[in-house]
């Protein structure tokens, strides 16, 4: 996850300290990201500040503590720019906790166990999705406006599959998901089973 580039994006227009860098980012990614971990962005900024990518200049306060400004380097703006100029991978690819559950309920052969999982995230997704509807009607940031949609359409993706699996799992009666559970136990034997090693 990219987000020492943001970190980086935001200095870029100016120098910043910590609590003033969280708010502008919260701010610019909009409310599906959730709010930014202050510890975190402080481990960012140590490590960017370690890389050269930025610089650190600690400033004296009459009454609080001391407070840390952060700038970015010309080597910060190099590296924002190389970001910026490729393209983006998938961050998780396809590991993703759903694909392994319905790999696991198509292997038990049982409908209902498919139908349960495939229905609570079904759910589960139609939920998200009205909340991130009714968050980009608020917004008034056209980019937060842009960013809401883009995590929309990801939900739909996701219902989409699921649609997918119910019609591959379920519509032919259950054949096919017999034919899973009967192939779970046809697996070669592994090192060390079998007769050739009882009869050693």
Same mark, same amino acid.
């Given at each position: 996850m990219a987000i020492q580039h943001a970190v980086l994006a935001l200095l870029a227009r100016g120098r910043s300290h910590g609590y003033e860098l969280k708010g502008a980012f919260?701010?610019? *990614?909009? $409310?599906?990201?959730?709010?930014?971990?202050?510890?975190h962005l402080y481990q960012i900024l140590d490590r960017l500040s370690r890389e050269?990518?930025?610089?650190a200049e600690r400033q004296a306060q009459? *009454?609080? $503590?001391d407070r840390v400004v952060y700038e970015i380097t010309d080597g910060g703006r190099a590296e924002l720019d190389r970001w910026?100029?490729?393209?983006?991978p998938r961050s998780g690819g396809f590991r993703d906790d759903f694909f392994l559950k319905v790999t696991a309920a198509a292997r038990t052969g049982e409908a209902v166990t498919v139908r349960t999982v495939l229905g609570n995230q079904?759910?589960?997704l139609m939920?998200?999705?009205?909340?991130?509807?009714g968050l980009r009607r608020r917004a008034d940031d056209p980019v937060v406006r842009l960013l809401l949609s883009a995590a929309s359409r990801h939900v739909e993706a996701d219902l989409a599959f699921v649609d997918d699996?119910?019609?591959?799992?379920?519509?032919d009666g259950g054949a096919v998901l017999g034919t899973l559970a009967g192939s779970a136990g046809t697996a070669a034997p592994t090192e060390g089973t079998g007769p050739a090693r009882a009869a050693g």
């Open positions: 919260e701010q610019a *990614v909009g $409310p599906q990201w959730g709010p930014l971990n202050i510890g050269g990518l930025v610089v009459p *009454v609080k $503590p910026l100029a490729e393209p983006s079904r759910g589960q939920r998200e999705l009205r909340n991130l509807d699996a119910e019609s591959a799992l379920l519509a």
